[in-house]
Each structure stands twice: as structure tokens, then as C-alpha cells.
């Protein structure tokens, strides 16, 4: 299914580096896509977040509901290097963040270490990027609410557009930054960068996307479907699965029956199974359901289910820019056959894909600070590998 895309208007006012928050100046200007609403200074930083670059700030900024094609409203910080910018400007790099929890208090910018992101932008900031991580929708606390405030969890098309609008409100806040930028993120992350490649050909007017890097991409993820039905997900893959069922819920409110997905511990125990505040806790609450507490309740249930996970599975269309996905055989949440089965797809779609397997690896081992020799080569103009051909090969039924 290829993405059906409306181009939308792009404000790329150049606001000044330092100042406070910003006035639309007009309704359309505030629901134009990569609107900054606002903008104010980032002072709760890590060490090594506040020594990396030159300054840090919160912003809040227009998007695009991937649901319904609404406006939202959505946060996210922007980080700019030390130093003068090259001739051409500082590159943007969008990183986008991997699942702490799904309600508003887990969004990056509320944390002094950005979730546990910090490493990865101050490793940046130090190559040379002016780093934006957006929140997500629902994630965060927009300085003017929207009816949207839900966190439509891996709705890749939602996460794919905040990506995207998150470097045109960079562009306009950063003078000395470039419209060239790269995507990068780890699972849900490596999501958005997925599906911000796919997006952007319809939707990236006046920036230019180099290059993306999805890191144990949560890609094909139908899967937890059947898994479900079949009583065999595991703890990680139980809360992966309890959020997703938590955000059809908010999109599909009137449509979608959440009490035919869960039942018993699963129901008493529903908030702190979506919480970021104890991880311990949510582990061993997910380690306690049993297979009935999530069990789709009936054969058409589960093909509901499939239907919503076939809208958000990557790919949806072929992608734009050079890709790398690196993904491991030890992936909790998602077996390496499903992320086979995403690449299969994409290859088939004429996409050019990097790819490495790291068989002994864990999703949690795999950083997106994997890929920045790879960035780094893809701003010289360098070509990337184009490994979908002895892929295809590889992987014939």
C-alpha cells in the first residue's frame, strides 16, 4: 500500500537563536507543518548534554495526525553544536527516541538525560549536527494543548510526519543550520526514521533528507497479533502489545472495543502497565498476566487487530533517501523473521538498503550511534552499500 500524502505549506521563518516564546501570526501560520509555536531555554540538562553544544532548547511546533491528517501540536528539544557553521550550514540529525511509556510525563524533554538518549546527541553535537528529538504526539507538554493528546503508539505514518516537522522547526530556529538532515532512531524510533524516508519524497518540501538509519526498527509488527491469540508473547513483547492497545483506543475511540483484548490482571493492572515511572514494576506485572489476560476474545477480534497492524507495518511505500537497518537475532519484541519479512518487502519496492544482521545481539544492544560512521559518510555525498539484491536472493521463499 503506497502512503496517500497532501503536501502542506512550509513556514520556515528564521526566529532568533535566543529568544523566548514565539506568537503565530496568524491561524494559518500556527497550522502550517514545522510551526514553532514556541520555543524556550533548556536548563535541566545532563553533564554531558549541556557540555556538548552550544545551546538547548524546548520547543513546541505544529505537526500532522497520521490518523485523521489533523493538526497537532507537538514537543521536542533542538540541540546546536559548538563552533561556527561550514559554508553549507549544520546538518540536522532527527533522532528519534525509543519507548519509555506511553503517557505525556515520558516524553524526552521532561527528562534532564532526554530518556536515556543523552549519549547519542552529545555524540552527535560533537560530529557537527544540530540535533532535534521530537517527542512524538501525546508525549510532553505542548505550551497550547490540542484535542489530540493522545500518543498514537506505532502509528509510524503520525511518528514519520513528526520526524519530518521537527526539522523544519529546527531549520527556522537554528540560523546557522542546513536543509540538508538525516533521520536516525533505535525500535520505536527506527520506526519513525523508517517511515519519515517514505514520507518525505510528498511531505519534505524544501528540506533535503540525506540519508536514514533505523536501529532494531519496530517494522513488521503484525506478528503480536497472532502471538497474542496463540498465548505466546513474552513479557516484552505483552507491554510492546498493551500499548499499542491503549493508543487504538485513543485514535479509534468509538470503534475499537479495548475489553476485547484484555481482560482480568491485565484490566485491574492497565495504567502502571503503561507507566515510565517504575520499569521493574511494569516487567514483573507483564511477567504475571497469563495468556487469557490478553487473548483476542473471539476469530474476528483478531482479524480487527490484524487490520490495524497491517496499517502501521513498514513498509507502506518506497523510501526516498539511502537507508541502514541493522537488527539482531535476539530481539525480544520483535523476532528477527518479522524485520525479514519488512526488508523483503522494501527491497522488492526497489528501496537501497544497507543491512546488517547481528545475530548474537539483543534490541538493547543495538545504539543508534551504530550508524553515525555511516551518517558521517552519507554528508560527504559518499554512496552507501546497496545490499538488497544478495538479500533477495538470500531470503527466497
Given at each position: 500500500?503506497?502512503?496517500?500524502?497532501?503536501?502542506?505549506?512550509?513556514?520556515?521563518?528564521?526566529?532568533?537563536?535566543?529568544?523566548?516564546?514565539?506568537?503565530?501570526?496568524?491561524?494559518?501560520?500556527?497550522?502550517?507543518?514545522?510551526?514553532?509555536?514556541?520555543?524556550?531555554?533548556?536548563?535541566?540538562?545532563?553533564?554531558?548534554?549541556?557540555?556538548?553544544?552550544?545551546?538547548?532548547?524546548?520547543?513546541?511546533?505544529?505537526?500532522?495526525?497520521?490518523?485523521n491528517?489533523?493538526?497537532?501540536?507537538?514537543?521536542?528539544?533542538?540541540?546546536?553544536?559548538?563552533?561556527?557553521?561550514?559554508?553549507?550550514?549544520?546538518?540536522?540529525?532527527?533522532?528519534?527516541?525509543?519507548?519509555?511509556?506511553?503517557?505525556?510525563?515520558?516524553?524526552p524533554?521532561?527528562?534532564?538525560?532526554?530518556?536515556g538518549?543523552?549519549?547519542?546527541?552529545?555524540?552527535?553535537?560533537?560530529?557537527?549536527?544540530?540535533?532535534?528529538?521530537?517527542?512524538?504526539?501525546?508525549?510532553?507538554?505542548?505550551?497550547?494543548?490540542?484535542?489530540?493528546?493522545?500518543?498514537?503508539?506505532?502509528?509510524?505514518?503520525?511518528?514519520?510526519?513528526?520526524?519530518?516537522?521537527?526539522?523544519r522547526?529546527?531549520?527556522?530556529?537554528?540560523?546557522?543550520?542546513?536543509?540538508?538532515?538525516?533521520?536516525?532512531?533505535?525500535?520505536?524510533?527506527?520506526?519513525?526514521?523508517?517511515?519519515?524516508?517514505?514520507?518525505?519524497?510528498?511531505?519534505?518540501?524544501?528540506?533535503?533528507?540525506?540519508?536514514?538509519?533505523?536501529?532494531?526498527?519496530?517494522?513488521?509488527?503484525?506478528?503480536?497479533?497472532?502471538?497474542?491469540?496463540?498465548?505466546?508473547?513474552?513479557?516484552?513483547?505483552?507491554?510492546?502489545?498493551?500499548?499499542?492497545?491503549?493508543?487504538?483506543?485513543?485514535?479509534?475511540?468509538?470503534?475499537?472495543?479495548?475489553?476485547?483484548?484484555?481482560?482480568?490482571?491485565?484490566?485491574?493492572?492497565?495504567?502502571?502497565?503503561?507507566?515510565?515511572?517504575d520499569?521493574?514494576?511494569r516487567?514483573?506485572?507483564?511477567?504475571?498476566?497469563?495468556?487469557?489476560?490478553?487473548?483476542?476474545?473471539?476469530?474476528?477480534a483478531?482479524?480487527?487487530?490484524?487490520?490495524?497492524?497491517?496499517?502501521?507495518?513498514?513498509?507502506?511505500?518506497?523510501?526516498?533517501?539511502?537507508?541502514?537497518?541493522?537488527?539482531?537475532?535476539?530481539d525480544?519484541?520483535?523476532?528477527?523473521?518479522?524485520?525479514?519479512?519488512?526488508?523483503?518487502?522494501?527491497?522488492?519496492?526497489g528501496?537501497?538498503?544497507?543491512?546488517?544482521?547481528w545475530?548474537?545481539k539483543?534490541?538493547?544492544?543495538?545504539?543508534?550511534?551504530?550508524?553515525?560512521?555511516?551518517?558521517?559518510?552519507?554528508?560527504?555525498?559518499?554512496?552507501?552499500?546497496?545490499?538488497?539484491?544478495?538479500?533477495?536472493?538470500?531470503?527466497?521463499?
Amino acid at each position: 500500500m503506497v502512503r496517500v500524502t497532501v503536501l502542506f505549506s512550509v513556514a520556515l521563518a528564521v526566529l532568533t537563536a535566543c529568544g523566548g516564546p514565539s506568537t503565530p501570526s496568524s491561524t494559518e501560520d500556527a497550522d502550517s507543518a514545522g510551526h514553532v509555536i514556541s520555543q524556550a531555554p533548556l536548563d535541566n540538562l545532563a553533564p554531558e548534554l549541556r557540555d556538548a553544544g552550544s545551546a538547548a532548547k524546548t520547543m513546541t511546533y505544529a505537526s500532522r495526525n497520521g490518523v485523521n491528517d489533523a493538526v497537532s501540536h507537538v514537543t521536542g528539544t533542538v540541540f546546536v553544536p559548538k563552533g561556527d557553521p561550514p559554508k553549507d550550514g549544520f546538518p540536522i540529525v532527527a533522532l528519534g527516541h525509543r519507548t519509555r511509556g506511553t503517557t505525556a510525563d515520558c516524553a524526552p524533554s521532561l527528562s534532564p538525560d532526554l530518556g536515556g538518549e543523552a549519549a547519542t546527541v552529545a555524540a552527535l553535537l560533537k560530529a557537527g549536527y544540530v540535533v532535534t528529538v521530537p517527542d512524538y504526539q501525546g508525549l510532553g507538554k505542548p505550551t497550547e494543548p490540542d484535542e489530540y493528546d493522545f500518543h498514537p503508539y506505532l502509528d509510524s505514518t503520525t511518528a514519520g510526519y513528526n520526524m519530518i516537522d521537527a526539522v523544519r522547526a529546527t531549520y527556522s530556529m537554528v540560523p546557522g543550520a542546513s536543509t540538508s538532515w538525516a533521520a536516525l532512531g533505535a525500535l520505536e524510533g527506527g520506526q519513525a526514521a523508517w517511515a519519515a524516508n517514505e514520507l518525505v519524497d510528498n511531505y519534505g518540501e524544501g528540506l533535503t533528507l540525506v540519508a536514514a538509519a533505523a536501529m532494531a526498527p519496530m517494522a513488521n509488527i503484525e506478528g503480536l497479533a497472532d502471538a497474542a491469540m496463540a498465548g505466546t508473547l513474552n513479557p516484552d513483547q505483552k507491554l510492546a502489545y498493551i500499548a499499542y492497545l491503549s493508543a487504538l483506543k485513543d485514535q479509534y475511540y468509538y470503534d475499537f472495543e479495548l475489553d476485547d483484548y484484555r481482560r482480568g490482571a491485565a484490566q485491574e493492572n492497565w495504567d502502571a502497565l503503561l507507566s515510565c515511572h517504575d520499569p521493574a514494576q511494569r516487567r514483573t506485572l507483564a511477567e504475571q498476566l497469563s495468556p487469557d489476560d490478553l487473548r483476542p476474545a473471539n476469530p474476528e477480534a483478531l482479524q480487527t487487530l490484524r487490520g490495524y497492524f497491517q496499517k502501521t507495518n513498514l513498509p507502506q511505500g518506497p523510501t526516498k533517501a539511502q537507508m541502514y537497518v541493522i537488527y539482531g537475532g535476539q530481539d525480544s519484541v520483535i523476532p528477527a523473521a518479522w524485520t525479514d519479512r519488512a526488508l523483503t518487502e522494501a527491497c522488492k519496492m526497489g528501496d537501497g538498503i544497507q543491512i546488517a544482521f547481528w545475530a548474537d545481539k539483543p534490541r538493547e544492544q543495538i545504539e543508534p550511534l551504530a550508524a553515525l560512521g555511516w551518517l558521517n559518510d552519507r554528508m560527504k555525498s559518499i554512496p552507501a552499500a546497496n545490499d538488497c539484491p544478495a538479500f533477495l536472493a538470500a531470503h527466497q521463499p
